[in-house]
């Protein structure tokens, strides 16, 4: 019998090969769940793309509830870091917020459209209330609330919005967002739609639903 412990293709898989493989194997369950379906996907379709035996895949996960968590989870922080990085910085008048919000918007964008498939399996798979991620979905939701209310907080203490409910604001903003990009990046019906014109839209609509602060009717009359 001959000894195999010098033979290389023997040997653990380093660190790196390892990163390698399951990178792969989630860009693999990436094109398989946007294409099939979280319910409908299998682990041998995700192999198969792969090139990999199917016991592979079970050296790297559990099964597919966690390959799909892992993979939502990327997502959401791709999400959450993009509009996370927005610090309010100078912005004193409604015209530099508009602006602001103008890039940022179209920041956020290009980063879905960039990631098309992420995103449309987070629309279809979690926003269906899916059992397995409802969890990581909700904790989304609050911390991207969470993060747009503070904003909403800072807007007002500089006088360029009115006083609101500053939680519920942004949760409307969110829904608001989350149904134009279904509708523009999942299901096509707005596809003819440039992404500029949506950003547009959409911060026109937030200004317009949060009216300029009375603090600076004040200041103006005293002026």
């Known amino acids: 019998?001959?000894?195999?412990?010098?033979?290389?293709?023997?040997?653990?898989?380093?660190?790196?090969?390892?990163?390698?493989?399951r990178d792969a194997l989630k860009e693999a369950a990436i094109?398989?769940?946007a294409a099939q379906g979280y319910r409908?996907?299998?682990?041998?379709?995700?192999?198969?793309?792969?090139?990999?035996?199917?016991?592979?895949?079970?050296?790297?996960?559990?099964?597919?509830?966690?390959?799909?968590?892992?993979?939502?989870?990327d997502f959401l922080s791709l999400v959450l870091e993009t509009i996370g990085n927005w610090e309010p910085g100078e912005l004193n008048t409604r015209a530099a917020l508009r602006r602001e919000l103008t890039r940022v918007?179209?920041?956020?964008?290009?980063?879905?459209?960039e990631h098309r498939e992420l995103t449309a399996?987070?629309?279809?798979e979690a926003l269906s209330s899916t059992s397995e991620?409802?969890?990581?979905?909700?904790?989304?939701?609050?911390?991207?609330?969470?993060?747009?209310?503070?904003?909403?907080?800072?807007?007002?203490?500089?006088g360029l919005i009115e006083s609101a409910n500053f939680r519920m604001l942004a949760h409307?903003?969110?829904?608001?967002?989350?149904?134009?990009?279904?509708?523009?990046?999942?299901?096509?019906?707005?596809?003819?739609?440039?992404?500029?014109?949506?950003?547009e839209h959409l911060v026109v609509h937030y200004l317009s639903g949060t009216t300029e602060s009375m603090q600076n009717d004040e200041a103006r009359e005293s002026s």
């Open 133 to 158: 991620v409802e969890p990581l979905v909700r904790e989304f939701h609050e911390a991207l609330a969470s993060m747009l209310a503070q904003f909403n907080q800072i807007l007002h203490d500089r």
């Open 31 to 33: 094109e398989v769940f």
């Open 40 to 73: 409908d996907a299998k682990v041998s379709s995700i192999v198969e793309e792969v090139g990999v035996a199917q016991g592979t895949f079970y050296l790297y996960y559990d099964g597919k509830q966690q390959l799909f968590e892992e993979i939502l989870h």
């Open 172 to 199: 409307m903003t969110i829904g608001m967002v989350e149904r134009v990009v279904m509708e523009h990046v999942v299901h096509g019906d707005l596809e003819d739609v440039s992404p500029d014109e949506i950003v």
């Open 1 to 21: 019998m001959t000894d195999d412990s010098s033979d290389p293709s023997s040997q653990p898989s380093t660190n790196e090969t390892d990163d390698e493989r």
């Open 105 to 113: 918007g179209r920041r956020l964008t290009g980063v879905l459209r």
């Open 121 to 124: 399996i987070f629309f279809r």
